[in-house]
């Protein structure tokens, strides 16, 4: 069974710096989606960023970029050069490529301090 | 570009009411779903439809039906409210579980029952 797993339910780090999300997954396909996810405060969900497990690099897109490494199983959402605007709850998903559903985590809020 | 239309955006409901969560995609996707996010947790997939006439349970289905008689619309229906059943629907559409197929998300329901 697919399971995601964010550990840091909340962080808060200072205006232009730097930071990374985590999220851990478990599965037992070898083809596989992953995917990062913003909500603002006003509700609807953003897809952010996209990572294969056949990729060989390591997925960027603008100031996201996402640290895969297949071996431990993680999926970290780095933000670089943080913004006030990127104050919301992050959510980690996963699907197995031929299933239909799409996992998600719990979930990190991150705040973004001026 | 409409996307993902949900309607209504609020609702409050009694206990043991009924109602109907509307759900219209225009991109022509055959997967469709329903999750359910609690007040700061993640999302929990209530249905899940991978084409016209055919719809499956997720994690958490009790207390909920769903259709599916067009390709466009996908509607989640409560039958006798339940308190538990306050949270925040969100439907959402993508093409086939393939490689970078992101789920696309409507703005959400809110439903409150009273």
């Known amino acids: 069974a697919q399971k995601i797993t964010q550990t840091q339910p909340g962080m808060f780090v200072q205006e232009k710096e730097a930071v990374t999300l985590d999220c851990t997954y478990d599965t037992s396909d070898q083809s596989y989606g992953l995917f990062w996810y913003k909500q603002p405060s006003s509700g609807e969900m953003i897809f952010l960023i996209y990572?294969?497990?056949?990729?060989?690099q390591n997925a960027t897109e603008g100031r996201y970029s996402l640290n895969f490494q297949k071996a431990r199983k993680s999926a970290n959402l780095v933000i670089s050069a943080s913004q006030l605007g990127d104050s919301a709850m992050y959510f980690c998903a996963m699907r197995e490529i031929g299933n239909e559903k799409l996992t998600f985590g719990t979930g990190t809020r991150l705040t973004i301090i001026p | 570009n409409a996307g993902v239309t949900q309607t209504p955006k609020f609702r409050i409901l009694k206990i043991g009411q009924s109602m109907t969560l509307q759900c219209t995609q225009d991109m022509n996707h055959n997967y469709m779903y329903w999750y359910r996010q609690d007040p700061g947790m993640g999302l929990k997939l209530i249905y899940y439809s991978v084409g016209a006439g055919i719809t499956d349970k997720g994690e958490v289905p009790n207390g909920y039906n769903v259709s599916r008689s067009t390709t466009e619309d996908f509607p989640l229906r409560l039958e006798l409210a339940a308190p538990s059943q306050t949270s925040v629907y969100f439907c959402?559409?993508?093409?086939?579980?393939?490689?970078?197929?992101?789920?696309?998300f409507g703005q959400g329901t809110r439903l409150t029952v009273v």
């Open positions: 959402a559409s993508s093409d086939p579980p393939g490689h970078h197929t992101e789920a696309f």
């Open positions: 990572q294969g497990s056949y990729d060989e």
